[in-house]
């Protein structure tokens, strides 16, 4: 279970890198082998730093835009697994609505 609900997190969090990248003309994100070598605690701990430098720079193009931005909800309260995907979540629900705000500007 687990490792189904660190799968959707990466999934969610990847495909938010890869929008942010395509607005940006950069390099796709994709999982390497050293990637799928790290125990689910450390792709948690790295999809975390990754919805860290989206929730900011999802934020700047959004401001870029004269777009309305609120701070962002915390993570996740507990450190267990199934905790941290539900904090995710929140969290890219929140650049989800600035990625909406920003294709409405665009």
Do not use: C, H
């Not at 900011?56 to 870029?64: G, L």
């Not at 962002?72 to 450190?79: L, S």
Request: charged share 35%; proline share 3%.
């Amino acid at each position: 279970m687990e490792s189904r609900l660190v799968d959707d997190a990466q999934k969610g969090v990847f495909l938010l890198a890869n929008t942010l990248g395509g607005l940006r003309s950069e390099e796709a994100v994709k999982p390497s082998v050293e990637w799928l070598a790290k125990t689910n605690e450390e792709r948690m701990d790295y999809l975390d730093e990754m919805l860290d430098f989206l929730e900011v720079e999802f934020a700047k193009e959004a401001k870029a835009l004269n777009v309305k931005v609120e701070d962002p909800t915390p993570g996740a309260q507990e450190d267990d697994i199934k905790s941290r995907a539900i904090g995710m979540e929140s969290r890219m629900a929140y650049i989800t609505g600035l990625m909406n705000a920003i294709k409405a500007k665009l």
